[in-house]
């Protein structure tokens, strides 16, 4: 029996666990994936994105629009006509009218609104690489935390095995009568929650394909390779960097501008309406009988009411520009918060996980070997024992969970920068 528990001891300590990053191999019938393939997949799949897409293409179309004139209005008509004999040849002024009416623009008005147009397609553009980026940061998460429940998987299932070789050497030390019974409970307890665990975890890790499924246009429970590593790199950014960055490319921002610009081409077009536009028309008159007539007309808008109408336009137009001018600055400002805020998370994450793998992981895989020497030996009870072994393993899974909360971190700021800052497999 002693023979049995001192094997078990050995096994103990030479399965200590240790932060390491390993491949998992992929299920069967789980066709093999990268997140760039993803992406790649979203950009040509996602309904969202082909739904901007049509959205941008459909306000393309309304340029040439924009510029034209109205259509010409054609009329015909019969004119003193004699109700009594309906005779076209009785009365002089009787006749068949054909008649052209053309409304001609006031000066610069057609440029006005097709620069309108395109400003709207503009922000149609706009508004398609922020969806774009939108559903490159919700990939880019679930992937993350698929890789951290991959690990985790691992790692509950390392200490799962390892307290299995515990609950065995209680249980002969028990039955040797130099254990205790609570021993056997307690490392009992502890499994039952480790597989309680494994069932969120894999729970979680369904949930997550669903969603990245969802957004690539597959059946939610299509098959998806987990990802079988997760990976730090570097990030060197500062927040003075970054903030610059966004600036020059963040599409919020871009639309932002490009939304002060529409709204004073609309302030533009609005002083234009005080201006009347230019109604001419060419008419011909047929009569049977007599000479056929030719006439001509001029009509003029007349701004009666403008101080209640035309005034009024102006003036929502300028405020419109104000206030997208003050979206822009309150847009700049959640700019700046953000990366100040995500900068933060990014340096946390980082210390916390240096100090974890070069400072606490290895002085706890020590201490579990010192609890594990001292056990053989009867100087330290089951518990102390039980509890190192716990506290290792809890400090890997805090070490992966901050690796993935950081590559996460990392992917939201790439989204508030509009542009890539790390490369991906």
């Not at 970054?242 to 002060?260: C, G």
Request: glycine share 4%; charged share 25%.
């Amino acid at each position: 029996m002693q023979r049995m528990m001192r094997a078990g001891l050995i096994l103990l300590w030479c399965l200590t666990p240790v932060v390491r990053v390993t491949g998992g191999q992929p299920a069967a019938d789980e066709p093999p994936v990268t997140l760039t393939a993803l992406l790649d997949l979203a950009q040509k799949e996602n309904p969202r994105i082909l739904a901007e897409r049509l959205r941008f293409d459909a306000a393309e179309t309304r340029v040439p629009r924009a510029g034209a004139w109205e259509d010409p209005q054609v009329t015909f008509s019969l004119a003193n006509i004699p109700w009594r004999t309906f005779d076209f040849t009785q009365e002089g002024m009787t006749g068949k009218q054909l008649s052209v009416m053309q409304r001609i623009p006031l000066r610069g008005v057609t440029g006005i609104k097709t620069d309108i147009a395109r400003r709207s397609v503009e922000m149609a553009d706009w508004s398609h690489r922020m969806v774009q980026q939108e559903v490159e940061r919700q990939i880019k998460t679930a992937w993350f935390n698929m890789a951290y429940i991959t690990r985790a998987v691992e790692i509950m299932n390392r200490k799962k095995a390892l307290l299995g070789n515990v609950i065995r050497i209680a249980e002969s030390r028990y039955a040797t009568g130099e254990g205790l019974q609570q021993d056997i409970l307690k490392a009992q307890v502890e499994l039952s929650q480790i597989l309680d665990g494994l069932i969120v975890l894999r729970q979680s890790r369904s949930t997550l394909a669903a969603k990245i499924n969802t957004l690539v246009n597959r059946l939610p429970d299509s098959p998806l390779q987990a990802p079988d590593a997760l990976t730090d790199v570097p990030f060197e950014y500062s927040a003075r960097e970054l903030v610059a960055m966004s600036l020059e490319a963040r599409p919020a921002l871009m639309a932002a501008a490009t939304a002060i610009n529409r709204a004073e081409q609309n302030h533009a077009l609005a002083q234009k309406a005080w201006w009347p536009n230019l109604d001419v028309g060419m008419g011909y008159n047929q009569r049977d009988d007599r000479p056929d007539f030719i006439s001509a007309q001029v009509a003029l808008r007349i701004p009666l009411f403008g101080e209640r109408k035309q005034k009024q336009d102006v003036q929502q137009a300028r405020l419109a520009i104000e206030e997208a001018e003050a979206r822009r600055q309150q847009e700049i400002q959640h700019l700046r918060y953000t990366v100040a805020e995500l900068s933060n998370g990014i340096q946390q994450d980082r210390e916390r996980m240096t100090l974890l793998q070069s400072g606490i992981i290895p002085q706890s895989s020590r201490s579990l070997e010192s609890a594990v020497a001292g056990y053989r030996v009867d100087k330290v009870n089951f518990l102390t024992l039980l509890d190192n072994l716990k506290t290792l393993f809890d400090h890997e899974l805090t070490y992966y969970r901050l690796l993935a909360d950081y590559r996460v971190r990392i992917a939201t700021m790439e989204q508030v920068a509009g542009t890539s800052l790390v490369t991906y497999e």
